[in-house]
């Protein structure tokens, strides 16, 4: 579905187009009518990344973040596990659940590429300490290295008996270069590690690197998605990913089906978080700001009008 098409059929389309008469109240209503039911579903919350206002600090980043409406935003380990079980780390996780609470936000997501059993449980004890609802890893290894696959499935299922200690969801998503760098390859990792701990990750960038349908490949993981990339590009004429500037990168900037993107989550079922990513290094925050707003009211109206 392309974007005008959603937004013709959809009350969320009534407001942006509606000088435009472009969306018919009926439409809209039968669209609405023909959303899944999300009874008993979490809401999808809305999260910015504090990538977004790289090299910040959090504690500057924060006040942002919630002034362009997001849920919640990402939380690197980092310093905290040099620091882990010491004074130090306790002071640590006090000042950042200080700011996140201060600004009413939470953190909804965190990473770490470790393998070993020690050095995993200590991101998990931290994340659980930090209110953390999903810790997202990649596969490692690299592409076309078809021998060290089994490897992998040990290692990561490893890491998901340990998620599941903590019930905090682990997440794995395709990348270029990597190990699993398609939609097909994320699907049989998450089949084999055979985890409900265990899921998939989506990210935009790396999908269209595959030369991949972003539509389609949501559809493909919703069932085992634990979390969700959002962001938008433009596209050459003939159809090939662009890599985009910071500018066009806003969801509605761009070329991708935001809506049908967001359609294929909600149809699936997700109940994840749902993050804005990377526009560009030390941007100013006047400029980073309303481009922010921009792709949370975007995100948001598709949301509201699919129940999710």
Request: charged content about 25%.
């Amino acid at each position: 579905m392309k974007r005008r098409d959603f937004l013709k059929s959809t009350l969320s389309g009534a407001a942006v187009l509606g000088a435009c008469s472009l969306a018919p109240a009926g439409a809209a209503r039968a669209f609405a009518q023909n959303a899944p039911n999300r009874e008993g579903k979490k809401k999808i919350k809305l999260g910015a990344s504090a990538m977004l206002f790289k090299p910040r600090e959090l504690e500057t980043v924060a006040p942002y973040i919630k002034a362009a409406g997001f849920d919640g935003t990402t939380v690197v380990l980092k310093t905290l596990l040099e620091n882990f079980g010491t004074s130090k780390w306790k002071e640590e996780i006090t000042r950042l659940k200080t700011i996140a609470s201060d600004n009413g936000l939470g953190f909804l997501s965190s990473g770490g590429d470790g393998r070993n059993p020690d050095q995993v449980r200590r991101c998990f004890e931290t994340a659980a300490e930090l209110g953390v609802p999903v810790l997202c890893t990649s596969s490692g290894g690299k592409t076309g290295d078809e021998a060290s696959y089994n490897k992998t499935v040990d290692e990561l299922g490893a890491m998901a008996r340990i998620a599941a200690e903590y019930k905090i969801p682990l997440a794995s998503k395709s990348h270029e270069g990597k190990l699993i760098h398609t939609t097909a390859g994320t699907l049989r990792l998450v089949k084999d590690v055979n985890n409900p701990w265990f899921g998939a990750d989506i990210d935009p960038y790396h999908v269209f690197l595959a030369g991949e349908s972003l539509t389609e490949s949501a559809k493909l993981l919703a069932p085992w998605l634990k979390y969700a990339h959002a962001q938008d590009y433009r596209f050459h004429p003939d159809g090939k990913f662009k890599k985009s500037s910071p500018l066009e990168r806003a969801c509605g900037r761009g070329d991708v089906d935001i809506p049908g993107y967001v359609k294929a989550l909600v149809d699936g079922g997700f109940d994840g978080p749902l993050m804005v990513e990377h526009y560009g290094d030390s941007m100013d925050l006047n400029v980073v700001l309303p481009l922010a707003s921009q792709g949370h009211g975007y995100l948001r109206a598709c949301l509201k009008l699919l129940g999710g």
